[in-house]
Every structure is written in structure tokens, then in C-alpha cells.
């Protein structure tokens, strides 16, 4: 499949801050992707040189087969982005703004009111269209911001955010229409929510500290990172001592198999003990007999995929520990 986003080398120095260094990733034609990662770790910096907002200190990057820096307006008019804090002009009515962004994004006169109604419609703005901007609630002007990205049906979208401050039914609108974009276009959307990213994009870039940490398939790299399927199981030790639920750990880690044991307190004496294997090890019967011979009191076992915030938490911690690395 082409690849419609290319980055090789990005590097953005603010001053003696470096925001980007030499951040190398690829994003294929029809994929919607996650862009994950803290504050300050340089999403937003890469967004804004990929629409054109700003230009990078070295490097490269390309967009639907144009040069970001040599070919700014053709990215332009392959691009549609929404940046987390939407700039609206809130004296204008939805409806005439969404028609004078598409003006501005080269849709024909006659071509623009139907442009208009469909991402009215797209985005749930039909009860609002011809309320003025500026009266409309933050998650209504999410939706503004993400019908004028969308106006001119470019076949990049770029997205800083775009859920944020939308209630929990307008956040599972805008997820069933991030499922209707895969195919039809690419989109790279920057979140904080993980749980979120996990839902909508089968793929996903993590950048640390202005550094690509890991990039692909949230399957391929959860069990590069973090492993095969863990085992959980919920235990009922003594307060300390010899049966304290540091005991419980340290007797679950001797397990052969175990690679690593990390324990929740869940409440009222129970601990949870997430069980990681080594390779593809079936831990559960051997677990579930060095708890029944403690005589420990266990009230809940399975076993479980790792989810993509355990991922994002295992380069956070190997970042944190200085080993930074990079995965293509």
C-alpha cells in the first residue's frame, strides 16, 4: 500500500529547545493512526510542520506525494487539520462559517452548499447550523472545528484533540465516524486517551522526548513491549509478615516462567497481581497451585491481552529508566 505520509529525519529546534529530533515514521494510504505521547513530547510540533503551519530546523517530510517545505500549498489542499484549540470566528453562524472555509479551501460556488450539508450531517451540527458560533458549547465547536477539516474532503486528516471536551455520547459519535474515514482517507490523530486511540486506530506512533519511541500495530508491538497474554489474579494475604502481599509477590515471581509480577491494591486486604510470562508460558495452573498451598484466599483469575496503555506505560518506564529506543 503507498505511503501517503513520509517523515525521515524531522528535526524543530525552538531556540536551544529541541522539540524534534530526527523523528523518521510512515503512514500509509486509508490507515487511521494514533499519535501518542506526554506533554511536550513534540505531537503537536509535528503536526503543525506536516500541515504547513511551520517549518522544520532539518529533515524531511511529505504528505500525499508533496514536499512540505517545497510544496506548502499543495499539502495545504491535501490536508484537512484541526489543531486542539480550534480558531472560530464566533460572530459568524455555523453554517456561513463552514461555507466560507470551503470558499477559502477552493470548492466551486456551486459545489460549496453541498459540501456544507454533508459535514452538517456528518458531524451532528444539524440543530445548531444557523446558531451563531460564539453561543455554542465547547463540544459543539469540537464539532465545528472537525466539519471544517473535513468541508473540503481532503484525503489527509491531521487532528490535535479532537475529543476533547465532548460528553461521553459525543465522544462515541465522533468513534463511529473516525470508523467511517478508514479507507476512504488517512488520518493522524494526537490524543491523550488511550483507551480512545486503542478503539479507533489499529496503529500507532509514541514519541518521547522529540524522539520516535515505538511506531506500528498496537497487536505487534504490545507483544514486542510488554509481552505475550498476562495472567491476573486477585489475592487475600495477611496485612504483613511472612503472608503480607509483598510475600505474595515475591512467591508468585519464583513461579517458573514468571518474568515479572506487578501488584494493584484493590481494597479491604485484596491485592491484584498482574502476572507477565516469559515467551508464550501458560502460567495459570502453576499459579493457581502456589497460591492454593499458602493457603492464600484467591477470588478472581484470568488471563488477558496487553492493552495499549500497558504498552505506552512500558516505553514510559524504559524511557524514564534512560534506555530510550527506538522500534520502526
Same mark, same amino acid.
Given at each position: 500500500?503507498?505511503?501517503?505520509?513520509?517523515?525521515?529525519?524531522?528535526?524543530?529546534?525552538?531556540?536551544?529547545?529541541?522539540?524534534?529530533?530526527?523523528?523518521?515514521?510512515?503512514?500509509?494510504?486509508?490507515?487511521?493512526?494514533?499519535?501518542?505521547?506526554?506533554?511536550?513530547?513534540?505531537?503537536?510540533?509535528?503536526?503543525?510542520?506536516?500541515?504547513?503551519?511551520?517549518?522544520?530546523?532539518?529533515?524531511?517530510?511529505?504528505?500525499?506525494?508533496?514536499?512540505?517545505?517545497?510544496?506548502?500549498?499543495?499539502?495545504?489542499?491535501?490536508?484537512?487539520?484541526?489543531?486542539?484549540?480550534?480558531?472560530?470566528?464566533?460572530?459568524?453562524?455555523?453554517?456561513?462559517? /463552514?461555507?466560507? *472555509? +470551503?470558499?477559502?479551501? $477552493?470548492?466551486?460556488?456551486? =459545489?460549496?452548499? #453541498?459540501? %456544507?450539508?454533508?459535514? &452538517?450531517?456528518?458531524?451532528?451540527?444539524?440543530?445548531?447550523?444557523?446558531?451563531?458560533?460564539?453561543?455554542?458549547?465547547?463540544?459543539?465547536?469540537?464539532?465545528?472545528?472537525?466539519?471544517?477539516?473535513?468541508?473540503?474532503?481532503?484525503?489527509?486528516?491531521?487532528?490535535?484533540?479532537?475529543?476533547?471536551?465532548?460528553?461521553?455520547?459525543?465522544?462515541?459519535?465522533?468513534?463511529?465516524?473516525?470508523?467511517?474515514?478508514?479507507?476512504?482517507?488517512?488520518?493522524?490523530?494526537?490524543?491523550?486517551?488511550?483507551?480512545?486511540?486503542?478503539?479507533?486506530?489499529?496503529?500507532?506512533?509514541?514519541?518521547?522526548?522529540?524522539?520516535?519511541?515505538?511506531?506500528?500495530?498496537?497487536?505487534?508491538?504490545?507483544?514486542?513491549?510488554?509481552?505475550?497474554?498476562?495472567?491476573? /489474579?486477585?489475592? *487475600? +494475604?495477611?496485612?504483613? $509478615?511472612?503472608?503480607?502481599? =509483598?510475600?505474595? #509477590?515475591? %512467591?508468585?515471581?519464583? &513461579?517458573?516462567?514468571?518474568?515479572?509480577?506487578?501488584?494493584?491494591?484493590?481494597?479491604?486486604?485484596?491485592?491484584?497481581?498482574?502476572?507477565?510470562?516469559?515467551?508464550?508460558?501458560?502460567?495459570?495452573?502453576?499459579?493457581?497451585?502456589?497460591?492454593?498451598?499458602?493457603?492464600?484466599?484467591?477470588?478472581?483469575?484470568?488471563?488477558?491481552?496487553?492493552?495499549?496503555?500497558?504498552?505506552?506505560?512500558?516505553?514510559?518506564?524504559?524511557?524514564?529508566?534512560?534506555?530510550?529506543?527506538?522500534?520502526?
Amino acid at each position: 500500500m503507498a505511503k501517503i505520509i513520509e517523515v525521515e529525519n524531522l528535526t524543530k529546534w525552538y531556540g536551544r529547545t529541541l522539540a524534534l529530533d530526527r523523528a523518521t515514521f510512515s503512514v500509509e494510504q486509508g490507515q487511521v493512526v494514533g499519535l501518542l505521547g506526554p506533554n511536550g513530547a513534540g505531537k503537536s510540533t509535528a503536526m503543525r510542520i506536516l500541515t504547513g503551519f511551520m517549518p522544520a530546523s532539518s529533515g524531511t517530510a511529505r504528505v500525499a506525494g508533496h514536499d512540505v517545505l517545497m510544496d506548502g500549498l499543495a499539502v495545504r489542499r491535501s490536508v484537512g487539520y484541526m489543531p486542539e484549540n480550534v480558531p472560530l470566528y464566533p460572530e459568524m453562524r455555523v453554517e456561513e462559517y /463552514l461555507g466560507f *472555509r +470551503a470558499a477559502l479551501k $477552493g470548492i466551486e460556488p456551486a =459545489k460549496r452548499r #453541498a459540501a %456544507v450539508d454533508r459535514v &452538517v450531517e456528518r458531524c451532528w451540527l444539524g440543530t445548531v447550523r444557523r446558531r451563531l458560533i460564539g453561543q455554542l458549547s465547547k463540544g459543539f465547536r469540537q464539532r465545528v472545528g472537525l466539519a471544517d477539516a473535513l468541508v473540503a474532503d481532503p484525503p489527509v486528516l491531521v487532528l490535535d484533540e479532537p475529543t476533547i471536551g465532548l460528553d461521553p455520547l459525543q465522544i462515541r459519535e465522533t468513534r463511529q465516524l473516525f470508523r467511517t474515514l478508514e479507507g476512504k482517507h488517512t488520518a493522524l490523530i494526537a490524543s491523550h486517551i488511550l483507551w480512545e486511540v486503542e478503539r479507533i486506530c489499529s496503529q500507532v506512533i509514541i514519541i518521547l522526548d522529540g524522539r520516535i519511541a515505538a511506531a506500528g500495530r498496537i497487536d505487534d508491538l504490545c507483544k514486542k513491549w510488554v509481552g505475550a497474554n498476562r495472567a491476573a /489474579l486477585e489475592v *487475600r +494475604a495477611g496485612a504483613d $509478615g511472612a503472608d503480607g502481599p =509483598k510475600e505474595v #509477590a515475591r %512467591v508468585l515471581g519464583q &513461579v517458573g516462567g514468571v518474568a515479572e509480577v506487578r501488584r494493584e491494591d484493590v481494597g479491604d486486604g485484596w491485592s491484584r497481581y498482574i502476572v507477565t510470562p516469559q515467551g508464550d508460558a501458560d502460567l495459570r495452573e502453576s499459579l493457581q497451585a502456589a497460591v492454593a498451598q499458602r493457603g492464600w484466599r484467591s477470588r478472581e483469575f484470568h488471563v488477558h491481552a496487553p492493552t495499549l496503555e500497558d504498552l505506552y506505560l512500558k516505553i514510559t518506564e524504559v524511557r524514564d529508566g534512560g534506555q530510550t529506543q527506538t522500534a520502526a
